[in-house]
């Protein structure tokens, strides 16, 4: 024969807030968030950082404005200079 549980092991508790929903944003959330956080920034850090660190130099972009397309450039300027006869 077995033997029955202790009635206490099976009443409920008397804190009707052990039955209560738990808060969405806990301390564990709020440390994820501030983890993300950190990492974003470090990668941002990363790539701002690496080319001093380095020494390569970021590319250069190129503008391209159309109302310089048609006059002469300083190289193209030099480059007839030095062609023309004197």
Do not use: N
Not at 30 to 58: D, K, Q
Not at 66 to 77: H, I, Q, W
Request: proline share 12%; with cysteine; aromatic share 6%.
């Amino acid at each position: 024969m077995t033997a029955l549980p202790d009635p206490s092991d099976l009443a409920p508790s008397q804190d009707p807030a052990a039955y209560g929903r738990r808060r969405m944003f806990s301390v564990g959330f709020w440390a994820m968030i501030s983890l993300c956080l950190l990492c974003i920034l470090a990668g941002a850090a990363v790539v701002g950082f690496a080319p001093m660190l380095t020494g390569a130099a970021p590319p250069a972009a190129k503008l391209a404005t159309p109302s310089s397309a048609g006059a002469p450039t300083e190289t193209t300027a030099q480059t007839q200079t030095a062609q023309a006869p004197s």
